[in-house]
DNA sequence: AAAAATCCTACTAAAATGGTAGGATAAAAC
DNA sequence: GTTTTATCCTACCATTTTAGTAGGATTTTT
Protein backbone atom coordinates (compact mmCIF):
# COMPACT_ATOMS: atom_id res chain seq x y z
CA UNK A 1 0.00 0.00 0.00
CA UNK A 2 1.77 2.94 -1.59
CA UNK A 3 1.12 6.96 -0.90
CA UNK A 4 -0.91 7.10 -3.65
CA UNK A 5 -2.97 4.92 -2.65
CA UNK A 6 -3.38 6.30 0.88
CA UNK A 7 -3.54 9.76 -0.17
CA UNK A 8 -5.95 8.66 -2.92
CA UNK A 9 -8.27 7.24 0.39
CA UNK A 10 -7.36 10.17 2.22
CA UNK A 11 -8.76 12.80 -0.67
CA UNK A 12 -12.09 10.77 -1.71
CA UNK A 13 -13.24 10.98 2.30
CA UNK A 14 -12.21 14.78 2.02
CA UNK A 15 -14.46 14.65 -1.39
CA UNK A 16 -17.26 13.25 -0.32
CA UNK A 17 -17.66 15.63 2.75
CA UNK A 18 -18.86 17.88 -0.04
CA UNK A 19 -22.07 19.74 0.84
CA UNK A 20 -24.33 20.90 -2.75
CA UNK A 21 -23.01 24.26 -3.17
CA UNK A 22 -19.96 23.81 -1.91
CA UNK A 23 -16.50 23.75 -3.85
CA UNK A 24 -13.50 21.98 -2.96
CA UNK A 25 -10.28 22.93 -4.40
CA UNK A 26 -6.87 21.08 -4.93
CA UNK A 27 -5.73 23.38 -2.36
CA UNK A 28 -7.74 22.84 -0.14
CA UNK A 29 -7.57 19.06 -0.12
CA UNK A 30 -4.00 19.44 0.38
CA UNK A 31 -3.67 22.14 3.16
CA UNK A 32 -6.29 19.69 5.36
CA UNK A 33 -4.74 16.41 4.17
CA UNK A 34 -1.36 17.79 4.53
CA UNK A 35 -0.38 16.10 1.01
CA UNK A 36 1.99 18.52 -1.49
CA UNK A 37 -0.06 20.49 -3.77
CA UNK A 38 1.95 19.18 -6.69
CA UNK A 39 2.07 15.48 -5.76
CA UNK A 40 -1.56 15.70 -5.41
CA UNK A 41 -2.28 16.58 -9.11
CA UNK A 42 -0.90 13.09 -9.54
CA UNK A 43 -3.05 11.35 -6.91
CA UNK A 44 -6.41 13.46 -8.38
CA UNK A 45 -5.31 12.50 -11.72
CA UNK A 46 -5.58 8.85 -10.73
CA UNK A 47 -8.46 8.77 -9.08
CA UNK A 48 -9.82 10.99 -12.14
CA UNK A 49 -9.00 8.52 -15.08
CA UNK A 50 -10.29 5.17 -12.86
CA UNK A 51 -13.53 7.58 -12.89
CA UNK A 52 -14.01 8.15 -9.23
CA UNK A 53 -13.42 11.66 -9.38
CA UNK A 54 -14.55 14.70 -12.11
CA UNK A 55 -14.06 18.08 -12.49
CA UNK A 56 -14.97 21.12 -14.84
CA UNK A 57 -11.83 22.96 -15.04
CA UNK A 58 -11.81 26.97 -14.98
CA UNK A 59 -11.17 29.01 -12.16
CA UNK A 60 -13.69 28.29 -10.13
CA UNK A 61 -14.71 24.56 -10.79
CA UNK A 62 -13.05 22.38 -7.97
CA UNK A 63 -13.69 18.06 -7.83
CA UNK A 64 -16.40 15.55 -6.81
CA UNK A 65 -17.03 12.17 -6.60
CA UNK A 66 -18.80 10.41 -9.34
CA UNK A 67 -20.85 7.97 -7.06
CA UNK A 68 -21.86 8.02 -3.77
CA UNK A 69 -19.40 7.00 -0.81
CA UNK A 70 -20.93 4.22 0.33
CA UNK A 71 -20.46 2.80 -3.51
CA UNK A 72 -16.68 3.47 -3.71
CA UNK A 73 -14.83 0.85 -2.41
CA UNK A 74 -10.78 1.15 -1.16
CA UNK A 75 -10.38 -1.26 -3.57
CA UNK A 76 -11.56 0.76 -6.42
CA UNK A 77 -9.00 3.53 -5.16
CA UNK A 78 -6.29 0.77 -4.92
CA UNK A 79 -6.81 -0.14 -8.92
CA UNK A 80 -7.02 3.24 -9.64
CA UNK A 81 -3.36 3.38 -8.72
CA UNK A 82 -2.04 0.10 -9.66
CA UNK A 83 -2.75 -2.56 -12.51
CA UNK A 84 -4.50 -4.93 -9.97
CA UNK A 85 -4.17 -7.01 -6.77
CA UNK A 86 -1.14 -9.23 -6.50
CA UNK A 87 0.49 -9.93 -3.14
CA UNK A 88 3.10 -11.79 -5.30
CA UNK A 89 4.31 -11.00 -8.88
CA UNK A 90 3.67 -14.67 -9.90
CA UNK A 91 -0.05 -13.86 -9.53
CA UNK A 92 0.22 -11.01 -12.21
CA UNK A 93 -0.37 -12.67 -15.84
CA UNK A 94 2.76 -11.37 -17.17
CA UNK A 95 5.50 -13.67 -15.60
CA UNK A 96 4.34 -17.09 -15.75
CA UNK A 97 6.36 -19.37 -13.21
CA UNK A 98 7.44 -22.58 -14.53
CA UNK A 99 6.07 -24.62 -11.50
CA UNK A 100 2.30 -22.85 -12.73
CA UNK A 101 -0.13 -25.08 -11.39
CA UNK A 102 1.71 -27.90 -10.16
CA UNK A 103 3.24 -25.39 -6.94
CA UNK A 104 1.09 -25.40 -3.52
CA UNK A 105 2.35 -21.94 -2.68
CA UNK A 106 1.08 -20.30 -5.39
CA UNK A 107 -2.49 -22.22 -4.70
CA UNK A 108 -1.67 -20.54 -0.89
CA UNK A 109 -0.96 -17.07 -2.50
CA UNK A 110 -3.75 -16.86 -4.69
CA UNK A 111 -5.89 -17.80 -1.55
CA UNK A 112 -3.97 -14.47 0.08
CA UNK A 113 -4.85 -12.41 -2.48
CA UNK A 114 -8.60 -12.82 -2.14
CA UNK A 115 -8.34 -12.51 1.59
CA UNK A 116 -7.51 -8.84 0.90
CA UNK A 117 -9.53 -8.18 -1.96
CA UNK A 118 -12.80 -9.18 -0.51
CA UNK A 119 -11.47 -6.98 2.40
CA UNK A 120 -10.58 -4.15 0.26
CA UNK A 121 -13.64 -4.43 -1.89
CA UNK A 122 -16.22 -4.72 1.28
CA UNK A 123 -14.93 -1.34 2.67
CA UNK A 124 -16.34 1.90 1.53
CA UNK A 125 -14.91 5.56 1.65
CA UNK A 126 -18.78 5.75 3.71
CA UNK A 127 -17.26 3.23 6.46
CA UNK A 128 -14.41 5.41 6.63
CA UNK A 129 -16.55 8.57 7.24
CA UNK A 130 -18.69 6.87 9.71
CA UNK A 131 -15.24 5.23 11.24
CA UNK A 132 -14.16 9.05 11.55
CA UNK A 133 -17.51 10.51 13.00
CA UNK A 134 -17.28 7.43 15.67
CA UNK A 135 -13.09 8.65 16.14
CA UNK A 136 -14.30 12.18 16.73
CA UNK A 137 -17.06 11.40 19.20
CA UNK A 138 -14.34 9.77 21.27
CA UNK A 139 -11.61 11.98 21.16
CA UNK A 140 -14.59 14.67 22.28
CA UNK A 141 -15.50 12.62 25.42
CA UNK B 1 5.67 -10.83 -1.07
CA UNK B 2 9.10 -11.05 -1.91
CA UNK B 3 11.29 -13.52 -3.22
CA UNK B 4 13.04 -14.38 -0.08
CA UNK B 5 9.61 -14.85 1.55
CA UNK B 6 8.58 -17.17 -1.12
CA UNK B 7 11.90 -18.85 -1.80
CA UNK B 8 11.84 -19.52 1.80
CA UNK B 9 8.15 -20.76 2.15
CA UNK B 10 9.75 -23.42 -0.60
CA UNK B 11 12.81 -23.85 1.23
CA UNK B 12 10.99 -25.10 4.23
CA UNK B 13 8.32 -27.26 2.43
CA UNK B 14 11.67 -29.17 0.86
CA UNK B 15 13.09 -29.75 4.33
CA UNK B 16 9.78 -30.91 5.61
CA UNK B 17 10.12 -34.02 3.64
CA UNK B 18 13.25 -34.93 4.68
CA UNK B 19 12.75 -38.43 6.19
CA UNK B 20 15.22 -39.68 9.14
CA UNK B 21 18.51 -40.58 8.02
CA UNK B 22 18.21 -38.42 4.67
CA UNK B 23 20.47 -35.62 4.12
CA UNK B 24 19.25 -32.57 2.90
CA UNK B 25 21.98 -30.17 1.25
CA UNK B 26 21.55 -26.07 -0.12
CA UNK B 27 22.96 -28.04 -3.30
CA UNK B 28 19.36 -30.43 -3.15
CA UNK B 29 17.07 -27.59 -2.79
CA UNK B 30 18.53 -25.06 -4.89
CA UNK B 31 18.16 -27.98 -7.79
CA UNK B 32 14.78 -28.68 -6.73
CA UNK B 33 12.90 -25.19 -6.37
CA UNK B 34 15.11 -24.21 -9.32
CA UNK B 35 17.04 -21.32 -6.61
CA UNK B 36 20.33 -19.80 -7.17
CA UNK B 37 22.53 -21.71 -4.99
CA UNK B 38 24.16 -18.26 -3.91
CA UNK B 39 20.95 -16.82 -3.01
CA UNK B 40 19.90 -19.61 -1.63
CA UNK B 41 22.27 -18.90 0.94
CA UNK B 42 20.47 -15.51 2.15
CA UNK B 43 17.52 -17.32 2.26
CA UNK B 44 18.65 -20.19 4.79
CA UNK B 45 20.48 -17.71 7.17
CA UNK B 46 16.95 -15.56 7.39
CA UNK B 47 15.56 -18.91 8.28
CA UNK B 48 18.16 -19.98 10.53
CA UNK B 49 18.24 -17.02 12.68
CA UNK B 50 14.97 -17.04 13.12
CA UNK B 51 15.39 -20.47 14.57
CA UNK B 52 13.38 -22.28 12.31
CA UNK B 53 16.23 -24.54 11.06
CA UNK B 54 19.21 -25.38 11.83
CA UNK B 55 22.60 -27.12 10.60
CA UNK B 56 22.92 -30.88 11.23
CA UNK B 57 26.10 -32.69 11.63
CA UNK B 58 25.90 -36.02 10.87
CA UNK B 59 27.11 -38.28 7.89
CA UNK B 60 27.34 -35.23 5.79
CA UNK B 61 25.21 -31.97 7.32
CA UNK B 62 22.35 -30.77 5.32
CA UNK B 63 19.67 -28.52 6.95
CA UNK B 64 16.61 -29.51 8.73
CA UNK B 65 13.54 -27.83 10.27
CA UNK B 66 13.50 -27.20 14.08
CA UNK B 67 9.65 -27.81 14.18
CA UNK B 68 7.30 -29.86 12.88
CA UNK B 69 6.19 -28.63 9.96
CA UNK B 70 2.42 -28.08 11.19
CA UNK B 71 3.96 -25.85 13.78
CA UNK B 72 5.99 -23.57 11.48
CA UNK B 73 3.36 -20.78 9.86
CA UNK B 74 3.58 -19.00 6.31
CA UNK B 75 3.48 -15.93 9.23
CA UNK B 76 7.05 -17.29 10.77
CA UNK B 77 8.77 -17.31 7.67
CA UNK B 78 7.30 -13.77 6.75
CA UNK B 79 9.20 -12.09 9.92
CA UNK B 80 11.94 -13.88 9.54
CA UNK B 81 12.62 -11.77 6.44
CA UNK B 82 10.66 -8.74 7.45
CA UNK B 83 10.63 -6.78 11.09
CA UNK B 84 7.39 -7.36 10.93
CA UNK B 85 3.90 -6.76 8.92
CA UNK B 86 3.14 -3.81 7.45
CA UNK B 87 0.69 -3.56 4.89
CA UNK B 88 1.42 0.82 5.38
CA UNK B 89 4.31 2.19 6.68
CA UNK B 90 2.50 4.51 9.14
CA UNK B 91 1.96 1.32 11.38
CA UNK B 92 5.47 0.45 11.43
CA UNK B 93 6.33 2.18 15.11
CA UNK B 94 9.43 3.68 13.53
CA UNK B 95 7.68 6.79 11.29
CA UNK B 96 4.29 8.55 13.46
CA UNK B 97 1.73 10.24 11.46
CA UNK B 98 0.78 13.46 12.39
CA UNK B 99 -3.09 12.47 12.52
CA UNK B 100 -1.95 9.77 14.68
CA UNK B 101 -5.16 8.17 16.17
CA UNK B 102 -7.49 10.92 14.40
CA UNK B 103 -7.31 9.06 11.06
CA UNK B 104 -10.09 7.07 10.07
CA UNK B 105 -8.03 5.32 7.19
CA UNK B 106 -4.99 3.99 9.62
CA UNK B 107 -8.07 2.36 11.72
CA UNK B 108 -8.14 0.93 8.41
CA UNK B 109 -5.12 -0.45 7.77
CA UNK B 110 -4.54 -1.46 10.92
CA UNK B 111 -7.48 -3.78 10.45
CA UNK B 112 -6.28 -4.96 7.15
CA UNK B 113 -3.04 -5.61 8.71
CA UNK B 114 -4.83 -7.75 11.21
CA UNK B 115 -6.43 -9.59 8.53
CA UNK B 116 -3.55 -10.38 6.58
CA UNK B 117 -1.41 -11.52 9.93
CA UNK B 118 -4.44 -13.61 10.73
CA UNK B 119 -4.30 -15.68 7.49
CA UNK B 120 -0.50 -15.90 7.38
CA UNK B 121 -0.44 -17.39 10.98
CA UNK B 122 -2.96 -19.79 10.04
CA UNK B 123 -1.47 -21.37 7.30
CA UNK B 124 1.38 -24.38 8.28
CA UNK B 125 4.07 -25.66 5.96
CA UNK B 126 1.78 -28.88 6.76
CA UNK B 127 -1.14 -27.41 4.92
CA UNK B 128 0.93 -26.90 2.16
CA UNK B 129 2.36 -29.99 1.70
CA UNK B 130 -1.10 -31.58 2.08
CA UNK B 131 -2.39 -29.10 -0.62
CA UNK B 132 0.91 -30.24 -2.77
CA UNK B 133 -0.21 -34.11 -2.64
CA UNK B 134 -3.66 -33.28 -3.38
CA UNK B 135 -2.22 -31.32 -6.51
CA UNK B 136 -0.17 -34.22 -7.87
CA UNK B 137 -3.23 -36.41 -7.41
CA UNK B 138 -5.30 -34.20 -9.17
CA UNK B 139 -2.73 -33.88 -11.78
CA UNK B 140 -2.26 -37.88 -11.93
CA UNK B 141 -5.71 -38.33 -13.11
C1' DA C 1 45.30 -33.23 3.41
C1' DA C 2 41.70 -32.97 -0.05
C1' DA C 3 37.03 -32.44 -0.89
C1' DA C 4 32.60 -30.95 0.11
C1' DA C 5 29.64 -28.49 2.48
C1' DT C 6 28.22 -24.41 5.24
C1' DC C 7 28.95 -19.57 6.66
C1' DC C 8 29.80 -14.61 6.10
C1' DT C 9 30.42 -9.95 4.06
C1' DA C 10 30.36 -6.97 0.43
C1' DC C 11 28.89 -5.25 -3.89
C1' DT C 12 25.61 -4.06 -7.79
C1' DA C 13 22.20 -3.44 -11.71
C1' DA C 14 17.53 -2.52 -12.25
C1' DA C 15 13.15 -1.20 -10.72
C1' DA C 16 9.97 1.08 -7.67
C1' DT C 17 8.86 4.92 -4.66
C1' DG C 18 7.81 9.43 -3.48
C1' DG C 19 8.17 13.05 -4.80
C1' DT C 20 9.63 18.06 -7.56
C1' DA C 21 9.52 21.23 -11.54
C1' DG C 22 7.67 23.84 -15.15
C1' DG C 23 4.51 25.18 -17.77
C1' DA C 24 -0.09 24.62 -20.78
C1' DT C 25 -4.95 25.22 -20.70
C1' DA C 26 -9.58 26.64 -19.34
C1' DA C 27 -12.95 29.65 -17.52
C1' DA C 28 -14.62 33.08 -14.30
C1' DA C 29 -13.93 37.88 -12.54
C1' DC C 30 -12.72 42.34 -13.29
C1' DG D 1 -10.10 41.34 -23.21
C1' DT D 2 -6.83 40.74 -19.93
C1' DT D 3 -5.85 39.12 -15.43
C1' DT D 4 -6.54 35.73 -12.02
C1' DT D 5 -7.17 31.26 -10.34
C1' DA D 6 -7.78 26.79 -10.85
C1' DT D 7 -7.05 22.37 -13.34
C1' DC D 8 -4.22 19.55 -16.56
C1' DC D 9 -0.08 17.38 -18.42
C1' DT D 10 4.71 15.78 -19.13
C1' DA D 11 9.11 15.21 -17.75
C1' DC D 12 12.63 14.53 -14.50
C1' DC D 13 15.11 12.94 -10.25
C1' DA D 14 17.05 11.38 -5.68
C1' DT D 15 16.58 7.70 -2.64
C1' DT D 16 15.38 3.16 -1.35
C1' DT D 17 14.28 -1.50 -2.22
C1' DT D 18 14.74 -5.70 -4.70
C1' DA D 19 16.87 -9.56 -6.38
C1' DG D 20 20.36 -11.10 -6.92
C1' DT D 21 26.08 -11.98 -7.83
C1' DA D 22 30.79 -12.54 -6.13
C1' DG D 23 34.48 -14.10 -3.42
C1' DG D 24 36.23 -16.25 -0.10
C1' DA D 25 36.56 -18.08 5.04
C1' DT D 26 35.37 -21.80 7.91
C1' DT D 27 33.90 -26.24 9.23
C1' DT D 28 33.16 -31.05 8.55
C1' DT D 29 33.65 -35.48 6.16
C1' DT D 30 36.26 -38.54 3.59
Redo the contacts with the bound molecule.
Keep these: M???VRYGVRTAMELALKKPGEDI???DISINQEI?Y??L??I??GL?SAGLVT?????????ILTREPGRISVYDIYTAFNPGLAVV?CLSDEEVCKKEERCAAKHFWEELNDVVERYLKSITINDLLEKQVEINKQLAE
Design positions: NTKYQKSKYDQIAKTVSGKKSGYE
